[in-house]
């Protein structure tokens, strides 16, 4: 009988051992159709084995994979989580900014208020009327000037004089800025330089015209006549 040899596979020490018996019982038995089965079913289970090996080679590749897979979304977590974080604690430095932005910004409301306040009380305050009385050395300095009649007080830094000839010009005190009228404290004004011009005789030093063609001038009351 013609030997069927199964060597130089993978083979281990088990199919070597079942390769030998099978044929030794070809030898023995000399039926050749139950040994070429044998060798068959032997070559299917070799076949199976290494298809088992091929698979196993497969999914340890596949389970380093999976590994490497989730290694790589734990950084990912990681690294959002730390963004995460730093956006939290911009977010916290931003509120402390627009905090202390709003104090800052209470404290100059605050301080706005207290000046518009001290203008206001300021503006209530009736400045001083420069209009002087003249002396009797002046008096005799202005003997041969003439005087005018106040006819009106327009505001408090104007008023309407009348001369000899009954000419009437407006004059503008100089150096005296009053309120205009409607604002705080013009009346004031106004009645502060009635009381001391109105009806009485002045003495007028011009200096210039404003743009109104006011005459812009210093007065002086002049004495009253003996």
């Avoid at 060597?7 to 020490?13: F, K, L, R």
Wanted: hydrophobic letters at 40%; one cysteine or more.
């Amino acid at each position: 009988m013609r030997s069927h040899n199964l060597e130089g596979g993978p083979w281990n020490s088990n199919y070597q051992q079942l390769f030998k018996h099978i044929n030794s019982q070809c030898h023995i038995h000399n039926d050749i159709p139950a040994a070429m089965q044998a060798l068959a079913t032997l070559r299917a289970a070799r076949d199976l084995q290494n298809s088992s090996e091929a698979l196993r080679d497969q999914l340890g590749q596949l389970t380093r994979r999976t590994h490497e897979a989730v290694d790589s979304v734990k950084c990912t977590i990681k690294a959002v989580d730390g963004v995460t974080d730093a956006l939290r604690k911009a977010a916290s430095s931003s509120a402390q900014a627009a905090k202390h932005f709003l104090v800052a910004e209470c404290v100059l409301a605050a301080l706005t208020a207290g000046l518009m306040i001290f203008a206001g009380v300021q503006a209530f305050r009736p400045p001083q009327i420069n209009v002087t009385v003249a002396e009797p050395s002046l008096a005799q300095a202005h003997s041969l000037e003439p005087t005018y009649l106040v006819r009106r007080v327009i505001d408090g830094d104007t008023i309407e004089i009348v001369d000899a000839g009954g000419i009437r010009t407006r004059v503008r005190l100089r150096d005296v800025d009053a309120p205009e009228i409607g604002e705080p404290g013009s009346q004031a004004m106004k009645e502060q330089l009635e009381a001391r011009l109105l009806g009485n005789r002045v003495f007028v030093t011009p200096h210039a015209r404003d743009a109104y063609g006011r005459l812009i001038a210093d007065v002086e009351l002049a004495p009253p006549k003996r």
